[in-house]
């Protein structure tokens, strides 16, 4: 009775990993593979960031910041040592886990509006050093000199299919364990938390704890994220840690919808080929943005899934 | 005894809540609190539990000096509360709240290696759903329950955590007059089979009259008068500073 | 990081001069559109993410009436006024409608109308950036105040911010509609037990929040150079100022915004890399001593 919906999620997530590995050798399509890796790092950042929004009722604007931590700590670690590739990302991961937790001991106890608007600053504040700290960062020029090519397992990540099938992977992986997290029993402690706080505290669950636990997870899996990016760009910029980068995790996660897990994956995936799309057709690509942004807005009033999901619900009894 | 206060007192900005209450409430018990608006009952049970620190006194649990424990610890300790507006977890179903009680119970809050529910703890909330008469809507969110039963949940959360003392802030507030008698029935037939000590605040004199074994009020921050029900009814002060002005509002 | 030339000028009055006035206009451009952002927060509870739209167009739309008429006066009224409106159009035409839903909903809405106007102003004034210049009335001989160079200008724009301040301030201190104003931060279940017309109050506010980001856009426009996206860094400024001061507060947002305005003003002697990670060290500092800001009451 408890392994079944743990299979059920371990054998779609299956399915679909055999699916997108399977797709190249049947069809190698440059643009494709390219929108994957960008939707895999995405999604795990956008994913990791509904384990606080929907998951726990914390609103973050400044999540953005250990989406570019993991990026700039893998692609230093990646240029400054010779650990492997996959000692690099965990220790980037790691140090992005640090940096949640310093940053979250500040920002947690706080109220839910200021609470967003500090993790902004923090978000800023990280910016500006990286703007500031050009010796190592390479200021607003980003970090260059690519990232070494070191083989993993065979794969060789300077071959686009290499990169996309360890996106992939990666990606199913990691949706996958951010899926156990919200399905734990930790995962119903944050629900407690978002519907109805002071009770929870009364039934001795510790707030500051779950809530640290929480932005810590969501941290390191944004900084898993940015590892994907770095190795996508072959380095780091700072856009990735500036605030619209966060922006569009929000908007990609409200686009999805928060109550649903894939909501944020399906939100990376629409905003990213309106990207794709409206970039191609107009340069006024934020015009077309807001529009259909308005459009869901007022439309749903909710995420894609959410949508569909409330629908069903009340079509079905 | 199971629960007791010494020299209590908490002020907000100048003003007495709580000033100077000592209490006494012995194990099994079954006690009202009775008092007119803004006698400070709510912040009393605040102060139990620890939603707020103490000016000055005591609160002992089992002999055990609980003052300076968090809200959680006194919960771990045994000393249980619902509230005066039920308070539950909205967009979670009657089970998954119960489960997610039952879970906080055992410690296990924090779990990150197991799939939800644990082991044994969808029996044991469905156990707690049964003991108020839940089990009915289990799967309901509780958002779209009925009145009482969102303050039957209330309850049922508070025993998820097997406590010793259950406080009960005002279990039939906004309830008909027929469904207040339902309610402090289950409430009765709870203490009764659970064996707890229960201490509620209750505004309807009937229902304190007819239930309780025995009754504090409180007036002004201060305790008036405690005792029976007989006693309570023929003791002067609180005829004049209470049940007088309640009779003729009513 | 040079502090030895931030000891310098400290020590130069000429210096200090300079640097103060620089950042007084810096601050009191952040109290004009802080103290509009402020306002519909306390009254609505709404955190307007596209009020740096507001500043962007009034600042555009100050251009093009002193391009049409040589007034900068009319241009800083109509920029006002125009922004007044869209305020009120924005509120009614699209806040209104996620009024008690989700906030994240009422952000998405800002953030595509920052998107919607960024590319508007593109299309209407070009993408490249556009130098009001200084109007013909200010073009005269600067002020010299201990040996510090003050353009006439200057003096005018933070006169014409403190004026406001005092008449906002006396406002929401004296008339009924002040009072309501307050109350209605204060406990909104109140006002409208009361029987004011929300409605009508909410599309006031923004109207006034919306006034005054237009005037802040005009005023900016002779001493900022005009572009898409100039609304963003007012805004996270601003932000920061509104939650330093508290949110809710006047009276917080105007000393926050000097307090920031100064920062950065000498901040650019003593830390020239690091200006803007001052302003955020500012407010992480304040947050973390005074969790509700320097005159904020609890919010949600």
């Keep these: ?69 993991g990026a700039y700590a893998f692609a230093l670690l990646m240029q400054m040592t010779d650990l492997s590739l996959p000692v690099a990302a965990l220790a980037a991961i790691v140090i992005t886990a640090v940096g949640a937790l310093l940053v979250g001991a500040v920002c947690i106890r706080l109220g839910t509006i200021y609470f967003a608007f500090v993790t902004l600053a923090m978000q800023m504040l990280f910016y500006s050093i990286i703007i500031s700290w050009q010796s190592l ?65 009364f039934l001795g669950v510790v707030l500051w704890r779950a809530r640290l636990t929480a932005f810590v997870l969501a941290g390191a899996f944004a900084g898993l994220g940015g590892v994907l990016a770095a190795l996508f760009v072959s380095g780091a910029y700072p856009e990735l840690a500036d605030w619209p980068n966060s922006g569009q995790a929000i908007f990609a996660v409200m686009l999805g919808g928060i109550d649903t897990f894939l909501g944020p994956l399906v939100g990376t995936m629409i905003l990213l080929a309106l990207n794709d799309v409206v970039t191609r057709v107009t340069e006024y690509h934020g015009l077309v943005l807001g529009l259909v942004i308005l459009a869901f807005a007022l439309g749903l009033r909710r995420g894609l899934l959410d949508f569909l999901r409330l629908r069903r619900k009340r079509t079905a009894p | 005894m199971s629960l007791e206060v010494r020299n209590l007192t908490k002020a907000f900005g100048g003003v007495k809540a709580i000033d100077d209450v000592s209490l006494v409430f012995p194990t099994g018990s079954l006690t009202a609190i009775i008092g007119p608006n803004g006698a400070g009952k709510s912040t009393f049970f605040n102060l139990i539990t620890g939603a707020f620190p103490v000016d000055h006194g005591q609160v002992i649990f089992e002999g055990r000096d609980v003052t300076h424990l968090s809200r959680a610890a006194r919960v771990r300790e045994g000393i249980g509360r619902a509230f005066q507006v039920a308070s539950c977890f909205p967009t979670m179903t009657v089970l998954e709240n119960l489960m997610a009680a039952v879970t906080s119970h055992i410690g296990r809050w924090g779990n990150l290696s197991h799939r939800a529910p644990l082991p044994g703890v969808r029996e044991r909330a469905m156990e707690v759903a049964e003991m108020v008469g839940l089990e009915r809507v289990a799967d309901v969110e509780a958002s779209i329950l009925s009145h009482g039963d969102q303050k039957l949940l209330d309850i049922a959360l508070a025993l998820a955590l097997e406590p010793r003392v259950l406080l009960l802030d005002e279990p039939t507030a906004g309830m008909g007059p027929e469904e207040r008698w339902r309610m402090i029935e289950r409430v009765r037939a709870l203490w009764e089979r659970q064996k707890l000590t229960l201490v509620f605040i209750e505004h309807d004199m009937d229902i304190v009259f007819s239930v309780a074994a025995s009754i504090r009020v409180l007036c002004y921050g201060r305790v008036l008068a405690e005792g029976t029900p007989d006693e309570i009814r023929s003791n002067q002060a609180v005829i004049d500073a209470y049940l007088g002005t309640e009779e003729h509002a009513a | 990081m040079d502090l030895d030339a931030l000891g310098t000028c400290l020590t130069t009055p000429a210096c200090v001069v300079t640097q103060a006035t620089s950042g007084l206009i810096v601050g009191m451009l952040l109290f004009l559109v802080a103290a509009g952002l402020t306002l519909i927060f306390g009254v609505l509870k709404i955190v ?30 109509a920029a006002a006024l125009a922004m007044a409106l869209f305020g009120v159009l924005f509120e009614r035409l699209l806040i209104a409608r996620v009024y008690g839903s989700n906030v994240l909903m009422q952000l998405l809405i800002c953030y595509a109308v920052v998107l919607i106007f960024d590319d508007v102003v593109k299309i209407v004034w070009g993408p490249d950036f556009h130098a009001m210049g200084m109007p013909p009335a200010f073009q005269v001989a600067p002020l010299f105040i201990a040996g510090g160079v003050v353009p006439p200008f200057y003096a005018v724009l933070i006169g014409i911010a403190a004026v406001i301040a005092i008449v906002l301030g006396a406002g929401l201190a004296l008339t009924r509609l002040g009072k309501t104003v307050r109350a209605a931060a204060h406990n909104p279940a109140m006002v409208s037990a009361l029987g004011v017309n929300t409605t009508m109050l909410f599309a006031i506010v923004f109207a006034v ?23 963003f860094s007012i805004l996270i400024e601003s932000f920061i100022v509104t939650v330093i001061g508290g949110m809710g507060s006047i009276a917080g947002a105007l000393v926050a915004a000097l307090v920031i305005g100064l920062l950065r003003g000498f901040g650019t002697i003593g830390f020239p890399m690091f200006t803007d990670g001052l302003t955020y060290v500012a407010m992480i500092l304040i947050l973390v001593t005074r969790p509700h800001g320097l005159f904020g009451r609890e919010v949600a």
Aim: net charge positive.
């Design chain 1, 1 to 69: 009775m408890t392994l079944r919906p743990a299979l059920r999620d371990a054998l779609i997530a299956a399915v679909a990993l055999v699916v997108l590995l399977l797709i190249p050798a049947f069809h190698r399509s440059p643009a494709f593979e390219d929108y994957v890796i960008r939707v895999s790092a995405m999604a795990l950042f956008a994913t990791s960031l509904n384990l606080l929004v929907g998951g726990a009722g914390m609103v973050s604007f400044g999540h953005g910041m250990f989406y570019g931590l």
């Design chain 1, 137 to 201: 960062t390479g200021g607003d020029q980003g970090l260059r000199g690519g990232i070494p090519r070191r083989e993993l397992f065979g794969f060789e990540l300077g071959s686009q299919l290499h990169l996309y099938q360890l996106c992939a992977v990666v990606m199913v992986l990691g949706l996958l364990a951010m899926r156990h997290i919200s399905a734990s029993p930790f995962g119903a402690t944050l629900r407690m938390i978002r519907d109805n706080e002071t009770r929870a505290g």
């Design chain 3, 48 to 77: 307007n993410f596209a009020h740096g739209t507001f500043y962007m167009l009034g600042g555009y739309v100050a251009f093009s009436t002193l391009a049409l008429t040589d007034s900068y006066a009319l241009a800083v009224v």
């Design chain 3, 209 to 231: 929040g919306g006034a005054l980001a237009g005037l802040a856009g005009a005023l900016a426009a002779p001493v900022r150079s005009l572009s898409p996206g100039m609304g």
